[in-house]
């Protein structure tokens, strides 16, 4: 059923991409329309209305943009949004996989558009790696899924190594990063919004199933190469960030950070013990989310030049990591089961113990250019689209003023679905 | 019967919530010359709330709501002995003395300030009075310094003279003898501190190791089972817990060498100078000391080890500072000032025979079974506190006519201030000890303690202990000098006043006289009471007689004679608190700075230069530099990276593999 749905979902965002040849709002219409039938579809109702508010937003803001491919890109978006909601309702592994791909391959042509024509050098400078990146996981990823059947120690930390590397470089983890700023400064700032936020959930949700799935008793001395790759990610990120004055810049080396942050998640995976697990799925959800929203508010407010000031500083907070804001609980939650395993392992515990004193410190390290970049893209208050863009994504980080216990009881669904019980 | 809960809220919060409007319209005049009668009316409910509790609820009660339990600090009160009374003295005193500010305040500049902090300091006295849970009680105790701090420095533009403390321009060394309200304010909250920090550590570490019968954690002063905590904690525990603990009521209490704050606390109005020193702020600090004790039962916790240094140390400091109080106050000659250190001096009695519970054995049928040194030390705070809140309120009222703080004022002046004359008789009279008025009685039992230690000492050898019956009619004697020469100097042979303003002061009046007229509703019951009834056997001994009979006479010599020339050097050293006010003013202070600059210069310049100027920084900007190096645009140069990263990984990943 939720397959038909699926497919339904499909059939109408290709239908409504033709259509937008003649008419381009079709292409916008139908995207919704695909976004809404894939809500439906989906098992985990907290998950899949993030993705939806995610991908709506994404959608929206492409509104602004007079690209060549109006129209198209609207598609492209459905369909990314489409793959994200999916993933989460399967348990298989080629479908996983395949969901990697949905998801990457529409980002190859969406990083070229920009007002009234294609921006092919960046464009190759991104799909090189990219391609890289995903073949990198893919091989990973199927070595691991053999060493599941019939064991081979040296096998699996190779596709342990591969598909860490392969995630690093496809999302942006320092030292594999070097596409991220310059990508990040010279592509347009709508499409990036999108690579920045809605691109990044499917990777590691991916890597997370599958190294959850494929664990072996090697896991936990494997994950020191992960902690050390994340420790890095941070630094890098937040002292590059801090020394640099231009705003794409600043926010291409923040989610190198950020995805240092959620990089320390797969630390975590050393037994599929339900408690660790369960803690970092949430934690590197709600990052993704929060990282997701506070992207498309800022990226929007440089195409707008300039935001609702107030608007921008709480984005900023929540980046930074200020309570009850999405960002803190992220972390909050990643810290959390950090602690967790550092206690449950006696032997070792203390790596995990310093990662979790790593993200606090470069949670402090990153006060600085955030409230930096909120008050200089933060300007007066105007009825434009990108004020409603940063209007959404601000109400999206304001959920978790509730304490998200709730999201917790939507994670035991996920898991469930994915084949972990939390 | 009303709902407990209902009594205490009304009782704790009428006080503040109805000095919360005048607070609030501080920028209308028409506004803050009406809402103080608002502010009174909170204190008067409070006073009938205390009156509900002291004839209807139960005795020995206890009411407990909770708050973090997990921590032990929850809403816990207590209606025992002390508790009801000092509840009632305490809101009947803030009462009056409210209605007295009615007039006194009027015209002040900033009426809503001082309203505020008055109420906040009355509720926060009432808690601390209640409060059987040590927490509780320490939020009261913060509430006291912060209200304190907020009326002391009430003239806070130091812009009139009369407020000051000291003689202008008066310099002894480097020191300048004369203190303003800002001043004032900043010395009281600055001492309280310094005590309240090592108290409050002191009520952790009780936290900590304190368990009630049942063997649960317990903060409730009333259920922890001290010989038991002691023993834990063994004799170094307990004298260091104490000392800290005590450190708190000593600062607050003013008592040596932390006086200081309380002389130069005559910067405030004399409404607080009254309230201050009767029934909130320094008493407070006797008043716990006498609770703690009373739980604690001293008498019965000999074996522990410890415990006699503490109660020694308490006993002399109480009985130095009654003393030095008295002997400074011989030499002043500001109004205020005077009777502040002679109420350091009362406080220091009031420490001195609570102190001495630890050697007196209750006895069933005496006294109603409680410590006759206990009793004796809650009743002579009683006393004292109408008392000086009579003669505050009565210099308030001469600083008023005269326009000066200095001692002055004939017989002709009398005549024309019959009722401010008669009240300064009558609580001066009261309050010395001169047979058969009311402090007569109380410190004829005093007398006794005393006698009962001198006794001690004989018998076991413990001369140290036969000291103090000979401090305390020494203190007695110069005390009812000083308080005679308040008269003398106000009434009858002071010099004539500069300026007399004498109209009007009708609230004024009513405030001291009904504020004296309790006095004789404190002999009426020291007389009706079983557990006083000892205080009146007492009176009839032969000892109390002589003493009572020379205070009697140095109080009519001194006020034939207020003066006495020949001893004018004496008194001027007197006079500048012997000189303590340099350890406040200048020895702390100069050390402090000694210190802050060894930081300064020596510490912080490494601190410094790790995190801020020089090894981080540096960190950092190599750091920031390779990162930037690496952006050089050209994606051959990024293959290369990436590639060779991974590669790298591989080859040890391989390697690492094949090892494991």
Redesign the interface.
Known sequence: MELAMMLLALAILTLGSVGSFKYRWIGLCTAIVALVVGLAACRSLYYGVFIFAIGIINLFSLVGIRSKIKGVDYGLVGLMALATMYIANTGDFALVLAALVLVSVPTYILVMVREGGANVEVG??YI??MV?ATV?FLIGAVILAYTKNSFD??????G???LV?GLS?EVGVA??H??V??VFTSADPIPISIIASLAKIVPFFAALWILIYTAST?TS??TI?TAVLAAISM??GN??A??SKEHARVLA?STVANMGYVLTCLVVVIKPTPEFIGFALMGGLLMLFANAAGKIGFFNAIKGEGAYSPLMYLLAFSFIGVPPLMGFWGKFFILSSLVKVGLFMAEAGYVYIVVAALIVINSAISIPYYIRLASELGIGWETNLTNFIAVSVVIIILITVVPPNWFFEGMRVLAQTIGIGI | MIDDRIVFLLLFLAPVVSSIPIALAYKSKGWTEKLPYLSVFGIFISVLMSLYIFFVFPENQQYAYDWIPDLGINIVLITDYLSRYMGVITAVIAFFIAIYGLEYMRGDYRPSWYWFFFNLFTASMLLVVYSDNLFLLFVGWEGLGAASWGLIGHWFRDDDEIAYVGVPKRKVGPLELSWPPSFGGWRAISTIRFGDVPMFFAIAAIWVFAVDKTGKSTLNISQIEWGTLFTTIGAAGTVILLTLFLMGLLTKSAQVPFSEWLMTAMTGPTTVSALLHSATMVAAGAFVFIKVSWYIRPWELHHVPGLEIVYTFALFIGLISGLYGALAASGMLERKVLLAASTMSSLGLMFAAAAASFWIQPEPKVAAGMNVALLVAFWYMAVHAFAKASLFLVSGHLIHATHSRFLCGGIEFAKRMKTPFIVTIIATAFLVGIPPLTAYWVKSMMDEVKLHLFHHAMETGAIHLAIPIILLILTSLVYSAILAKFLSLNFIKGEKPEHEHLEGGGLMKLGYVLMASVLFVLTYHIFVLEETEGFVHAGGEILSIGVGGAIFIVYIAAIFKPRITALSKLGTFFNDRMYLPFVNDYILPKTGFFVSHLVQDYGNRGIDGFFNTKVMPGL?DR??KG??T??T?Y?K???Q??LG??MI??IL??I???W?
């Open positions: 190759i400078k090189t790696f890289f990198l120690g040296l096998l699996y930390i190779l342990y190594v591969m590397m470089l030292p594999l070097e596409w700023p310059d090697l001395s494997i190469f630094f890098t002292i590059g801090l020394t080396y | 950092f750091i920031s990162i930037r690496i952006q645009g994606l140069t990024y293959i990276i990436v990263l991974v990984s591989l990943a391989s690492g593999g094949m494991i």
